[in-house]
């Protein structure tokens, strides 16, 4: 075989069986910037080094570093702005109607990435409506790569990250510019926000889920890199760890289209969520 694509092969179905991310052969090229990160990082000279590194079991460091680098973990604030919003405004009073004496409200980003979608939950919570404060939501963040998880845990942006979606007098409001001694600038969560979640690891396909445990879960453009069979198990998982008429809230153009699951598409200020049946 050409040592090429036994490369291609392995990663590609080492990804899979530990994540679940497809990478199709037609995809392979998505796996180049990956591989040479590799190969500089342990200073591989040439394919057949990498070729005899893969045929050596890993040790958990090298695992870590390869499951964190093969991640997808492309996410911005306020990612699509209008489910934000609906959160706010019409699924809060939602399910404080279905649950009105819960002291607290439990949300699930189940695949949080740097932390963005967090902190923008936590945003629109505190500036779209007045019914419940940051304080009283229990917000569980979770992630297979330790690596976002550490930048979503320290709150820190570039000037390209808080540049994209994220409205300028939220930037304002809830952040602080910082400059190191090169002058470098950094946008810091104020530590008031960035107290309230609680970050941990999470594989959706291999760890276990909660029962009738969250009001409401975000898992926002993760299933479009699953097959049909993967997307159906965390689906079906994520149902299971709802409460009865809790949400699930998708990205945008992502659906159940074939699934058959106990769900109902209900739209909220023109965005769309399913609902438990």
Not at 186 to 210: C, G, H, M, Q
Not at 264 to 277: G, S, T
């Amino acid at each position: 075989m050409d040592t090429k694509k036994e490369i291609y092969d392995f990663f590609a179905k080492y990804v899979y069986d530990k994540t679940g991310i497809l990478y199709k052969e037609t995809d392979y090229y998505r796996l180049d910037s990956r591989l040479n990160t590799i190969r500089s990082t342990y200073e591989f000279e040439d394919d057949q080094q990498l070729l005899s590194f893969i045929k050596k079991p890993f040790s958990l460091t090298d695992e870590e570093f390869i499951l964190n680098l093969f991640t997808n973990n492309e996410t911005f604030f306020m990612r699509d702005l209008k489910p934000f919003k609906a959160l706010a405004k019409s699924l809060i009073p939602e399910i404080k109607k279905l649950y009105p004496t819960d002291p607290t409200l439990s949300i699930w980003s189940c695949a949080c990435s740097t932390g963005q979608e967090v902190y923008s939950i936590y945003m629109s919570l505190d500036s779209f409506q007045n019914i419940v404060r940051p304080q009283s939501i229990n917000m569980e963040a979770t992630d297979l790569s330790t690596s976002a998880l550490a930048k979503a845990k320290s709150g820190v942006y570039t000037p390209l990250d808080v540049q994209r979606g994220l409205p300028a007098p939220f930037l304002v409001k809830y952040f602080t510019q910082h400059k190191d001694e090169k002058d470098n600038i950094s946008w810091a969560v104020n530590p008031e926000l960035k107290r309230w979640p609680k970050y941990s690891t999470f594989n959706l396909l291999k760890d276990i889920y909660p029962t009738n445990k969250h009001h409401i879960i975000f898992c926002r453009n993760v299933l479009i890199y699953q097959d049909q069979d993967n997307k159906r198990k965390v689906l079906e998982n994520i149902h299971k760890a709802l409460k009865p008429g809790g949400f699930l809230v998708f990205g945008a153009g992502e659906s159940m289209i074939g699934m058959n699951l106990p769900f109902k598409q209900v739209e909220f200020n023109k965005a769309f969520f399913y609902q438990k049946e």
